[in-house]
C-alpha cells in the first residue's frame, strides 16, 4: 500500500507565504515526478509545479516566479514554498507522485490541503 500526504495549507493574506509538504510512503521502489496541481471552485484541475527525480522542474504560467519546488529525495518529500499570494491561487492544492511498484509506474494522488487567500 502507498499514500501520499500534504500538508501546509491554510489562510493567508494576500502577499503572504505558504510552505506546503508532501510525503510519499509505502512499498514503492522509486518516485519519478512528484509535483503539485490545485483546483478551485468551479474551474479545472491544473497543474500548478512539478519536479522530476533528476530536478527538472516545470510551473505554469501563471505562477509567474512567484512559486518554488524543492524535493527531498531521503524523505521522499516535496516541497512548494509560495509567495506573494494572490487571491487567485485560493484552490486545494494536490500532490501527486508517480510510484514505481512491483514494476509497475502510476501516479498517487493526495487528498488535498485547501489554501485560501483572504484578506
Known amino acids: 500500500q502507498v499514500q501520499v500526504v500534504e500538508s501546509g495549507g491554510g489562510l493567508v493574506q494576500p502577499g503572504g507565504s505558504l510552505n506546503l509538504s508532501c510525503v510519499a510512503s509505502?512499498?514503492?521502489?522509486?518516485?519519478?515526478?512528484m509535483g503539485w496541481h490545485r483546483q478551485a471552485p468551479g474551474k479545472a484541475r491544473e497543474l500548478v509545479a512539478s519536479?522530476?527525480?533528476?530536478?527538472?522542474?516545470n510551473f505554469a504560467d501563471s505562477i509567474e516566479g512567484r512559486f518554488t519546488i524543492s524535493r527531498d529525495n531521503a524523505k521522499n518529500t516535496v516541497y512548494l514554498q509560495m509567495n506573494s499570494l494572490k487571491p487567485e491561487d485560493t484552490a486545494r492544492y494536490y500532490c501527486?507522485?508517480?510510484?514505481?511498484?512491483?514494476?509497475?509506474?502510476?501516479?498517487?494522488w493526495g487528498q488535498g490541503t485547501q489554501v485560501t487567500v483572504s484578506s
Open positions: 519536479i522530476t527525480s533528476g530536478n527538472t522542474i
Open positions: 501527486y507522485a508517480d510510484l514505481k511498484v512491483w514494476g509497475v509506474l502510476y501516479t498517487e
Open positions: 509505502g512499498s514503492f521502489s522509486t518516485i519519478g515526478t
